[in-house]
């Protein structure tokens, strides 16, 4: 298996653009987790997705992120718009179930100007 | 929710265990104990992970005492290359589970 993919591995992009992370999960894992690292705030989790639903949202740091899953094998991270303060590495993961080990693909880096 | 608490960094010689000591007090019966290893630029990768009492891989053990209200990684004989974040995860089973990770530890090893 080629692990957990993510795409892009790096963007760049403006102010006020809309910003989409793309990931793939390992095949035949139930469970998705979206995380943003920074050096202030350390490794957040953002959301996470069993059964391609989403379970707790709670660390979405407000209405300018959303996440879907439209099925098993995909799954993106939305900003719109963005804003410097986004500026992180964001990492998904995948797991056979919640409790289970967690996957973690290369991450996408993003910078806002 | 099971909050963890980890030292944020240690430092080591090459060639001596090192034990990393994460705190959750608040665990609850169904959460088990993992860790993970993060290198610069890359992913968190799993270590490993326990419920109860002692767990040993090829790469670690991790002891959890009965009351599970701690947990300590332990590496035998560190090398160069085991300079990374170790993170502590309890995670819970269910739907309504929530996820916490620690706050890392920052290990570096030198000669």
């Known amino acids: 298996d080629a692990g957990v993919i993510q795409s892009p591995r790096h963007e760049v992009t403006e102010m006020g653009q809309e910003v989409t992370l793309r990931c793939k999960p390992i095949s035949g894992h139930n469970s998705l987790f979206w995380y943003r690292q920074t050096m202030m705030r350390g490794l957040e989790l953002l959301i996470y997705?069993?059964?391609?639903?989403?379970?707790?949202d709670s660390g979405m740091p407000e209405d300018r992120f959303s996440a879907k899953m439209p099925n098993a094998s995909f799954s993106t991270l939305k900003i719109q718009p963005s804003e410097p303060r986004d500026s992180a590495v964001y990492f998904c993961?995948?797991?056979?179930?919640?409790?289970?080990?967690?996957?973690f693909g290369p991450g996408t880096r993003l910078l806002v100007l | 929710l099971a909050k963890t608490t980890q030292p944020i960094s240690m430092d080591s010689y090459e060639g001596q265990e090192v034990n990393i000591t994460c705190s959750h007090n608040?665990?609850?019966?169904?959460?088990?104990i993992t860790w993970y290893q993060q290198f610069p630029s890359q992913g968190p990768r799993f270590i490993i992970q326990g419920y109860k009492t002692k767990v040993t891989n090829e790469v670690a053990s991790l002891f959890i005492p009965a009351d599970r209200k701690s947990s300590t990684l332990s590496l035998p004989r560190v090398s160069l290359s085991d300079t990374a974040v170790y993170y502590c995860l309890v995670s819970s089973t269910g739907t309504a589970s929530k996820l916490t990770f620690g706050t890392g530890t920052r290990l570096q090893v030198t000669l």
């Open positions: 997705f069993n059964n391609n639903v989403p379970i707790d």
């Open positions: 993961a995948s797991s056979s179930r919640i409790q289970e080990t967690q996957y």
């Open positions: 608040n665990i609850a019966t169904n959460d088990y």
